[in-house]
């Protein structure tokens, strides 16, 4: 069957450190792969991108993995700070569909302590 | 508006009433999604629209649920004699164009049926 998943344990981090996320999926041929972000209560916002031909993605203090080999993505946030606190989404567009649907994984939670 | 508006906020309904659920997607946004988001879960995808088209229906979990899309803009989703397992978040999301990635998403519409 198809999956996307993420760890649902939350992941707990000091102030200053790298938080590192991760996205594993089975039984998808992903055309690219994105990372949101959403805060309690509020939708969830756009963060990264990464084509299924790129390696890694760089954006400021984060960075994006894409291994097809491994089916798996890693979404780093160095130098973390209190306000990255939330649940980080990874989504993937399946090459089959070209309406720009995205399947979701559930979420991590990110608690970053001062 | 300067982004995806959703109506309304939060809605409170006895089982078996129906509910119609507002979407206004940012100006020329072509492609328009619904997804559902239940307490702790991951996004689930019910519908796409092209335009006032909608080639992919396949997350509509029955069909008590009907969505529509007027004007290109506009959609509005429709659930009919709600049941309590409705009770979610029902998130809108736009992009310029199918397939191009990033999607805005609106802060959604918190459904609980009692």
């Known amino acids: 069957s198809q999956k996307i998943e993420q760890n649902s344990e939350a992941l707990n981090i000091q102030e200053g450190k790298t938080a590192t996320l991760t996205c594993n999926y089975t039984?998808?041929?992903?055309?690219?792969l994105q990372w949101y972000r959403q805060d309690p209560g509020r939708g969830p916002v756009f963060l990264l991108l990464i084509r299924e031909n790129e390696k890694e993605k760089r954006k400021e203090r984060l960075k994006v993995t894409f291994d097809t080999t491994l089916k798996q993505s890693l979404f780093h946030i160095t130098a973390s700070q209190p306000a990255d606190s939330a649940t980080y989404l990874c989504?993937?567009?399946?090459?089959?569909?070209?309406?720009?649907?995205?399947?979701f994984g559930q979420g991590t939670t990110l608690q970053v302590k001062p | 508006g300067a982004g995806v508006s959703q109506s309304p906020s939060n809605k409170v309904t006895e089982k078996g009433k129906d509910v119609e659920l507002r979407c206004d997607p940012i100006?020329?946004?072509?492609?328009l999604y619904w997804y559902r988001q239940s307490l702790g879960q991951g996004l689930e995808f019910l519908i796409y629209f092209q335009g006032n088209s909608a080639p992919d229906k396949s997350g509509l979990p029955s069909d008590r649920f009907s969505a529509e899309r007027t004007g290109g803009s506009v959609s509005t989703l429709t659930i009919q004699r709600t049941q309590q397992e409705d009770s979610a978040v029902y998130l809108c999301a736009s992009s310029v164009r199918p397939a191009t990635g990033e999607l805005f998403f609106g802060e959604g519409s918190r459904l609980t049926v009692l």
């Open positions: 989504a993937l567009a399946p090459s089959s569909s070209n309406t720009g649907k995205l399947i």
């Open positions: 100006s020329g946004h072509t492609a």
């Open positions: 039984n998808y041929s992903p055309a690219y």
